[in-house]
């Protein structure tokens, strides 16, 4: 059985405090490009009633051609505590997005000093931030001094191995006026490949006094206590272990705060919710949805017999009436008896 040490037990008994803003959770929805939207925030709020919950990253400087908030900042006034992420290395548009964020009803203004696409960092945002350290610094402050919540960060642990300057660098931000980071125990070299060397964010933990939030290879519950057991972080965000699992966060929230273990969702109960989640993003994004919505259809069809037909064939739909016939297809088939037969195959064979 999974136990917590009394130590752990002791911080996930007591809320975050990011500031001023105390959140009753410890584990977080990382903000996820293409992913996490308003309609897959929801879903993930249905079972963490009060985790922090990230938007997509949203660029800074492309808010001063539109007059309109674009869809990706948009909040629903029931999802809170949420923060709204920004990326960009210019502090005086980011300062300006960041007002921008907050009128939206966001809790914290998150910073993105992590992404690793050549596209952004070739432009001087997200991870290469990391060698920059002192516009990283300048962008902190004016932020800081432009709006009223606090501004948070999230960033990896360097650059690539001969470059591991996390240590510094978290501790520049936090002089910068930084109220949490969150640190994914990876390098710009590293994208998602290899172990996320979480030693590297307990050593980030001893050296601050803000929050530090652990993120990198949280996929299940027992890897969200290892991880804070290992690291003595503040809390935990999940991001990967998520795509097509809107119930990852929940699950570890219930755990941390009862000690009991869910039962995990069944296929039909996810391929419910991925039925539910593709006519939310068609009633909310249109026809641009259900081509977003593909990706997490295939997502959701995992781990049962037949699963890797209905990805490919859900991967091809047009409308919504293609996707939900597809589902209610495969629910249909796995709630008969043979199919509950498959499944122990499956599970056996894995
Ligand atoms: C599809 C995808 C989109 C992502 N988008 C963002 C983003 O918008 N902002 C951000 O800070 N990190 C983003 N990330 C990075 C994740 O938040 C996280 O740091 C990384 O996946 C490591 O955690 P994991 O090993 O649990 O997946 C993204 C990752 C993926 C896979």
């Not at 949203?58 to 674009?70: N, W």
């Not at 029931?78 to 960041?98: G, K, T, W, Y």
């Not at 696409?117 to 002192?134: A, D, F, H, M, Y």
Request: charged share 25%.
């Amino acid at each position: 059985m999974l136990q917590l040490s009394p130590h752990l037990k002791a911080r996930l008994s007591t809320p975050l405090k990011i500031g001023a803003l105390e959140v009753n959770s410890r584990v977080l929805q990382s903000p996820l490009s293409g992913v996490t939207d308003l309609v897959f925030r929801r879903l993930v709020r249905r079972y963490a009633p009060e985790s922090m919950l990230y938007t997509e990253m949203v660029h800074a400087s492309r808010l001063q051609h539109l007059k309109e908030i674009p869809i990706i900042m948009e909040i629903d006034p029931n999802e809170r505590p949420v923060s709204i992420q920004l990326f960009d290395c210019r502090p005086h548009f980011l300062a300006e997005a960041a007002q921008k964020a907050v009128a939206e009803g966001a809790d914290t203004v998150d910073i993105n000093m992590g992404c690793p696409v050549n596209k952004i960092t070739r432009k001087g945002g997200g991870s290469s931030l990391l060698r920059q350290p002192e516009v990283a610094e300048e962008i902190v402050r004016e932020i800081v001094k432009a709006v009223d919540v606090p501004v948070t960060l999230k960033t990896r642990i360097g650059w690539d191995d001969a470059e591991i300057t996390i240590l510094d660098f978290a501790l520049r931000m936090q002089d910068a006026g930084a109220q949490m980071i969150t640190v994914h125990g990876r390098t710009r070299a590293q994208g998602y490949t290899g172990n996320a060397r979480w030693e590297w964010i307990g050593k980030v933990k001893q050296v601050l006094d803000i929050p530090v939030i652990a993120n990198g290879d949280i996929f299940s519950v027992e890897s969200a206590v290892r991880c804070l057991e290992e690291t003595g972080a503040d809390g935990v965000m999940c991001s990967r272990g998520t795509l097509g699992y809107p119930f990852l966060v929940g699950e570890i929230d219930y755990f941390f705060k009862t000690g009991e273990i869910l039962a995990a969702p069944t296929p039909v109960q996810r391929l419910e919710c991925a039925k539910e989640h593709l006519e939310a993003l068609y009633e909310y994004k249109g026809e641009r949805g259900i081509y977003q919505a593909r990706k997490h259809m295939a997502w959701y069809a995992k781990g049962f017999v037949g699963a890797s037909d209905l990805r490919s064939n859900l991967n091809k739909i047009e409308t919504v009436e293609q996707g939900v016939e597809l589902l209610n297809k495969a629910i249909d088939k796995l709630a008969t008896g043979y199919e509950v037969i498959e499944e122990k195959e499956v599970v056996m064979s894995q």
